[in-house]
């Protein structure tokens, strides 16, 4: 079982950056793949980026390769999440979500088992 919770979301005016983090609770935290998903208003759930038990591996979305970077350390049961260059289009609810599927980096939501409540993130333009 693991508890997520997101926090370092805010207003940021187009071009800035923003850093996510995702505190996990759980002994074995290391053993899960974590993943960044966002909704931005009436959109889909959309996977952003996901990041494996080590930390050596990661897999991004088109949509934000080159501008977000993933990491994690699991001494802290931690994730962050570092988005730069953010766009009025980056505008969403961004979740953590941990899969126990090792190996699998997947961009579909349902391998995901466990949830944070979500931050919001608004980039004006």
């Excluded at 909704?39 to 990041?51: D, S």
């Excluded at 969403?92 to 579909?108: K, Q, R, T």
Aim: proline share 2%; charged share 15%.
């Amino acid at each position: 079982q693991v508890h997520l919770v997101e926090s370092g979301g805010g207003l940021v005016q187009g071009g800035g950056s923003l850093r996510l983090s995702c505190a996990a609770s759980g002994r074995t935290f290391d053993r899960y793949v974590v993943g960044w998903f966002r909704r931005a208003p009436g959109k889909e759930r959309e996977f952003v980026t996901a990041i494996s038990w080590n930390g050596v591996s990661t897999h991004f979305a088109d949509s934000v390769k080159g501008r977000f970077t993933i990491s994690r350390d699991n001494a802290k049961n931690s994730v962050s999440l570092q988005m730069n260059s953010l766009g009025p289009e980056d505008t969403a609810v961004y979740f953590c979500a941990a899969s126990s599927i090792s190996g699998w980096l997947s961009a579909n939501d349902a391998t995901y088992a466990y949830w944070g409540q979500g931050t919001q993130v608004t980039v004006s333009s």
